[in-house]
């Protein structure tokens, strides 16, 4: 990276070496594919699942609500999704400390997206060799073939995302039904196509380049890396000096490191870049390059791991496996650590804590105070209960804290489920009750159904002289 | 493009933040317009309040690569 004020290579954009990137198998492959499945299937399955006769994850824009299976979230909840926000920041810290991009490589809807894309690409354009020659190639029929069916397979897969991404927002059964007859909203369609646009852009054309220019993280995360974090290394003492050789030949008799310079570790790279020139910000730890080495180093008969997870210790003091883990135990994750448990634990109590009825008191301001029959002063509140949970709940009011302060009308109030509902109520307190001025007065309001949901309140009760 | 890039791209990620918080905050049902109550529906208020939020970041990024310093500007906006 360059340093302030000086100008940054960025011709970079315009004239990009276009990648074709060679398909890779191995360990590492398979544990990527795995988080393609796993967050993908989640992804678009999610809003197929149903709960209690509704989407059993939605974030109900139009009724601000936030169905997640049994519970519902208002946005009086935000703080909740403010505290796994900052979980998510100190996981992600904690998991780069150790082992640097992981997120990056396996995990991104980026990596991941641009993974499904590049598979299409192969099974209908064939390898990276075919697909470069293809490239080259004036356009014919076949050419035009190809690429059209990449292009609409790309485009069917986006429009899926899309539909998926909206059907988070707007209840997928009324999505399904517009479908029919594509009689989606004007909104709707814009969203779809908005997001199938740019899932299209992004794991289509864009690639590496989201992840060199666009992405915040990218640029932040060597802040928590230290000399300890494992990353993706090509152990430069035991590969150099490089250079083709056949198989099963001794490197050291014929002068030469491990490292075939074969250069498949840079045809498979999603980023383009030579690994064996050292950590580079371009690289986002995908591990592509250790499984495309380790089939190399089979094939030679050499040991595996010429190009490996390992950290900068390690390779500096020629650490082994026992010496690298002991080191994941230092201060920097320890503390990430504390944090990620701390908050986790205060995020569960949280939630098994939060009450699933909600009182707010509003004093009517129109009249403060006002003096009815009998020598009692009356105030008037507004109440707006709100009801969590999806069944109907009757709730009692009760008010206490002013000796002689009564409710008129005590009736109890039927709240339907999952919803909110407001009483106007009025106290009466005796004149002499008190000194005149404002008072301390509570409510109790507890729901019929359920003896231990109870929430007290308190607000002022005004005498006036 | 790069220009356009860092125009539009962080103003995007920006106004996705502030679209987040400032709905959370407000309902949408409860915004008036010109004196009016704001009667569109609800996916409609969304979209056009994340596509004013959008412009307005747009407008201070292109203000931020306006008045960078010549030396220190990509080379696609010299
Ligand atoms: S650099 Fe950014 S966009 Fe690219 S993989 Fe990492 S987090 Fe995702
Ligand atoms: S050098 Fe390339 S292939 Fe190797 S981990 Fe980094 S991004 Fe992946």
Redesign the pocket.
Known sequence: MTEKGEVRPVSLYSARKKLHVRSVSGRFARWRWALVWLTQILYYGLPWLTWNDRQAVLFHLTERKFYLFGAIFWPQDVFYLAVLLILSAYALFFFTAIAGRLWC?YACPQTVYTEIFMWIEEKIEGDHNRRRKLDKTPMDGRKFALRAAKFGAWGLFSLWTGFTFVAYFSPLDELLASLTTFGFGPWETFWILFYAAFTYAFAGILREQVCEYMCPYARFQGVMFDQDTLV?TYDEARGDPRGARRKGVVPASVGKGDCTDCGI?VQ????G???RNGL?Y?????????D?CDQVMDRMEYPRGL?RYSTENALRQHWGRKEILRHVVRPRTLIYGAFLVLITFAMIAGLAMRTDLRVDIIRDRATLAREVSDGQIENVYRLQIMNMVERERTVEIRVDGLDGATLQEGEPIVLPAAATGAATVQVRVPADAAEPGSHPLYFEVSVREDPGVTVREQTTFMLPR | MLKWILVLWPSFLVAAVAEAVFFVVVDPQQLYLFGEPVRYSPIATYSIGFFGFWLACAASSLLTLFLQPVGTRPPAHR
């Open positions: 490589g993706i570790c498979v790279c999603p980023t870049i030579d690994i580079q371009e690289c986002i730890g995908c591990a592509a390059c250790i495309a190009i």
